[in-house]
């Protein structure tokens, strides 16, 4: 334990060094389910899981607008400088 925060003072930097450190001394210490597991959640940290994000297109042409709508988009258009 004394040996475990000597350590952490004089590596770890944030807490990834601290999972590293920990990871480490559970190989040398033959603890490969916990090594296993630190690895894991280390694993996340450095290359985090990438949300799917799912894009619906629909098309839709002025004659399925309502008024509203419609003046809208011609108001948009003005503020973006159309004509």
Known sequence: MAETLEALNVVAQDPLDV???????????????????????????????KTRVETVNTEKTSADLSVEELEELAQLKKDLGGQ
């Open 19 to 49: 999972m590293k450190l920990l990871m480490h001394e559970a190989m040398e210490a033959g603890d490969r389910e916990e090594a296993f597991k630190i690895a894991k959640e280390l694993g996340e940290y450095k290359a985090p899981k």
